[in-house]
């Protein structure tokens, strides 16, 4: 007797042949990764084993849920013979992320920030759905980047003079200046201080990382002095400088300057802007007109008040709290001098100009959407 086919076929058609069989299981293996819709009609088929369910389309209530004609329902049901996971019109996804974006408090809860399991509990008081799992809203999170548990810290711009100030800076890192190029006897320089820099000693010694362990410091230690770290980025050729001071003043600074102006090829250059925020150790024209009277090839910028991320050293400091001073843990206040010092050295021997993006044209920007939302506010 003939061999039946493996395959099952409708009544009335012919057995395939092994190309038409080959062709069959690569559309079923391709059709079985498609999204699925969540009404599937029954087959036609008489062979199929059991017949899929299938739930009429129904109108949608206030909460997202599927009512019936007949049986009005909380949420969205699939018949067991479907087997499915519930399906949320669109709607209902953009309230709950548009929910996960506001504050609490807005809602009168007595919560800082909104996490998961909270969004989850708020979406079903409020009556958007019935019930909702923690993956479909961990999905639609993820889907656009909203993670409500996280905060940053954030100074809002109120100096008045804002992008008088932070303009001719943005510039400078583009390399003009008044609306020409910098020449090549010109330097860009961006300053500051890192103070408070302690020495802390451990009272036992950090134990090395281990295999599935964490490197361990003591949290108790002895204060062995601080030191303040000023230091100089040049923009465009991608040097540092920098001393260690053991405090913070007009003439800790001054020395930097003379460290930085004494050597070529600043000493001989038309001129060197120098870009520092408002400490009081270099703020206003007092510091113009000093540094201006030793240095006469100086140019001192101040940025707007409580705008330090427009100053490029900004970023050197970041790096040097995370690769030198995370975790603290130092012997000495002189071991924590030659590291900040030797730091500088091994970084200047790898370190390249830092991509700086935000241009005069994005402050525009920003401050144009900061005027617009300042207005809507008042209105």
């Known amino acids: 007797m003939p061999r039946e086919s493996p395959y099952a076929v409708c009544p009335g058609k012919s057995t395939p042949n092994w190309k038409q069989e080959r062709e069959d299981i690569r559309h079923r293996i391709e059709t079985s990764f498609v999204p699925r819709s969540f009404f599937w009609r029954p087959k036609a088929c008489p062979m199929t084993s059991s017949r899929l369910a299938w739930i009429c389309p129904a109108r949608l209530s206030a909460n997202g849920g599927s009512v ?8 969205w049901t699939n018949s067991p013979g479907a087997g499915g996971q519930p399906v949320f019109p669109p709607c209902v996804a953009v309230q709950v992320k548009a929910l996960a974006c506001e504050l609490p408090h807005r809602y009168g809860l007595p919560l800082s920030r909104f996490t998961l399991p909270e969004i989850q509990r ?23 980047a909203i993670r409500p548990w996280r905060h940053r810290s954030w100074i809002f711009p109120r100096d008045p003079n804002f992008g008088e100030k932070a303009a001719p800076i943005l510039d400078l890192y583009e390399g003009i200046w008044d609306g020409a190029a910098l020449r090549a006897t010109e330097y860009v320089l961006s300053a500051d201080e890192k103070t408070s820099i302690q020495a802390r000693l451990r009272k036992h010694p950090s134990l090395p990382t281990q295999q599935g362990q964490p490197m361990r410091v ?46 070529q090829p600043y000493r001989s250059a038309t001129r060197v802007f120098w870009i520092v925020d408002n400490c009081s150790a270099h703020r206003g024209s007092k510091a113009v007109n000093r540094l201006k009277s030793s240095w006469p090839n100086l140019v001192l910028l101040h940025t707007p008040v409580h705008a330090s991320w427009l100053n490029q050293i900004e970023i050197y400091c970041s790096i040097v709290q995370r690769k030198v001073l995370t975790p603290n843990d130092f012997r000495s206040l002189t071991e ?14 790898i370190a390249k100009p830092f991509q ?15 005027a617009s939302s300042s207005k809507a506010k008042a209105a």
């Not at 019936?68 to 949420?75: E, G, I, V, W």
């Not at 001098?337 to 730091?343: A, H, I, M, V």
């Open 122 to 144: 708020e979406v079903v008081r409020q009556g958007i759905v019935a019930t909702i799992s923690g993956a479909t809203l961990w999905r639609w999170r993820s889907q656009d």
């Open 356 to 370: 700086w993006a935000f241009t005069r044209r994005d402050l525009a920007e920003l401050l144009s959407k900061r």
């Open 218 to 263: 003591e949290n108790e230690y002895q204060r062995g002095g601080a030191w303040v770290y000023l230091a100089a980025w040049d923009v465009r050729r991608a040097k540092v400088f920098g001393r260690c001071e053991t405090e913070n003043g007009i003439g800790p600074f001054d020395r930097l300057v003379a460290d930085v102006m004494a050597q």
């Open 68 to 75: 019936s004609l007949r049986n009005a329902s909380p949420d």
């Open 336 to 349: 924590v001098k030659d590291c900040l010092l030797g730091f500088q050295t091994r970084y200047a021997e």
